[in-house]
């Protein structure tokens, strides 16, 4: 087993792996920008960039592998990448599955949503080992998490999804304490790597 998470883990790290996983990134990121312009254009300027929430995770995801392949670590971008990225991943999925419940389909897009943000949250995961960010930049990405929430959810700048309007106050409910969870990740990660760097220097 171990064998095979270490190949696993040559390919992920490798850079021509990291090209690809950067040319989908930023496709995706586009193609999320793109979809929300209809409610951009609603929206008044000062409010534009916290609302689209996903493509803004997968922007700073982005970064953060541009920094990768240079061999540098954009530590602040790589905390609001595992953060927004594991965040916006799941809520996204959940919101497609409530709207599953409540309309009975969700159609090929729905399900073309469910598994790529799902994805979006599993690769945020699965490059823990690069990150390096410290403290402060989850505390600072931990502000602008939350602040995104308030803005979302007390200035009504959140995601417009039709079927589950009704039940907004119960979904920032939920939406504040994903943050949380995706904070308290974030704080666990550099945690447990702050005693081996510790170790490494005796």
Known sequence: MSNLK??????????????ILLF??????????????????????KFWIFVPD??????????????????RNFKLIEALALITLVKYGLWA??????????SGSIGWVGWMLIGS??????????YIPFYRFTFIHIAIA???????????????????????MVYMDKIGYFTFWLSIACITLAYYVWKKRVPVLSNNRK
């Open 6 to 19: 270490d190949h696993i883990w040559i390919v992920l790290s490798h850079k021509s792996f990291l090209w």
């Open 24 to 45: 989908i990134n930023l496709l995706g990121t586009i193609y999320g920008y793109d979809w929300y312009m209809w409610q951009l254009v609603d929206t008044e300027p």
């Open 54 to 71: 996903s493509p803004t995770a997968s922007l700073f995801f982005t970064l953060a592998i541009i920094g990768w392949i240079i061999n």
């Open 93 to 102: 999925v959940v919101m497609n599955l409530l709207t599953l419940v409540e």
């Open 117 to 126: 943000h799902f994805a979006m949250a599993v690769q945020a995961i699965l």
């Open 142 to 164: 931990a502000v602008w998490t939350v602040h995104n929430d308030i803005i979302d959810y007390v200035f009504g700048q959140m995601p417009i999804y039709s079927n589950l």
